[in-house]
């Protein structure tokens, strides 16, 4: 199983950021889990996940993640609606295949929260990639 969602905000303020996120779980228990953002011109990287919801049949992940700087994202991806491709991808082994869905205009919404600062949100309604496979 794995989700990947890259997202595009464009402020007010005319300074986008970029969010991407990759979650996958690999055989023997082994998993990835890393998030990077883009935001006022710094990286900021999260390991530490709390998936809330990942809905392959209607396309929507929601998740918390947090970095060792402290800040906090809560990230609402939507990719339900126009765009949804379920395409049947070949395994590398040649034993058959798996199922992708992908909606490149999906819409994301990010709350960005630091201690001692006010919650920061960001949104584009179709500027996002969801990707979702595996019990899809």
């Known amino acids: 199983m794995s989700t ?3 997202a595009y ?3 007010q303020d005319g300074h986008p950021s ?4 990759l979650v996958y779980d690999m055989p ?23 998936e809330s919801r990942r809905d392959p ?5 929601v998740f918390r993640c947090f970095a060792g700087s402290g800040l906090q994202l809560e990230v609402t991806v939507d990719g339900r609606g126009p765009g949804v491709h379920r395409l049947p991808y070949a395994k590398t082994d040649c034993t058959g295949n798996f199922c992708v869905v992908n909606n490149s205009l ?14 920061e949100r960001l949104a584009t ?4 990639a969801l ?5 899809v």
């Open 9 to 11: 905000f464009l402020p």
């Open 57 to 61: 049949k209607n396309l929507e992940w």
């Open 125 to 128: 309604t179709n500027g996002a």
């Open 106 to 119: 999906a819409s994301a919404a990010v709350c960005l929260e630091q201690r001692g600062s006010p919650a």
């Open 131 to 135: 990707e979702m496979t595996g019990r």
């Open 28 to 50: 023997f228990g082994l998993f990835f889990r890393k998030a990077v953002l883009w935001h006022q011109g710094k990286e900021h990287v999260f390991r530490h996940f709390q």
């Open 18 to 21: 970029t969010l991407e996120a």
């Open 4 to 6: 990947w969602v890259h």
